[in-house]
């Protein structure tokens, strides 16, 4: 089992930053991967940026060369920093977790509101 809890969304203006965090509740080096995903309304989820422990990253094609995914071991926390903010990228943004197992289980954490908006 893993928890996850998302912190640091909010409302930013368009050309805006912010960084999300996602704390787990446990070694982030024992997972697959982890990684960013949004729903916005009326929309289906789409991965955001994805980090595997071999380093392995992926990103989203509409957040290519704005959004930078990074870890911090010591603190088992995953984050999103994500700068030139456009009103498109208005979601609910939520950490995954995939745990090595056959088939893999995949965590969710509660999401966090991202708003874009002037």
């Known amino acids: 089992q893993v928890q996850l809890v998302e912190s640091g969304g909010g409302l930013v203006r368009p050309g805006g930053s912010l960084r999300l965090s996602c704390a787990a509740s446990?070694?982030?080096?024992?997972?697959?991967?982890m990684g960013w995903y949004r729903q916005a309304p009326g929309k289906q989820r789409e991965l955001v940026a994805r980090i595997t422990s071999g380093t392995t990253i992926t990103y989203g094609d509409s957040v290519k060369g704005r959004f930078t995914i990074s870890r911090d071991s010591a603190k088992n926390t995953v984050y999103l920093q994500m700068n030139s903010l456009k009103p498109e990228d208005t979601a609910v943004y939520y950490c995954?977790?995939?745990?090595?197992?056959?088939?893999?289980?995949?965590?969710w954490g509660q999401g966090t509101q991202v708003t874009v908006s002037s």
């Open positions: 446990r070694n982030i080096f024992s997972l697959t991967a």
């Open positions: 995954n977790a995939v745990e090595t197992a056959i088939p893999p289980v995949n965590y």
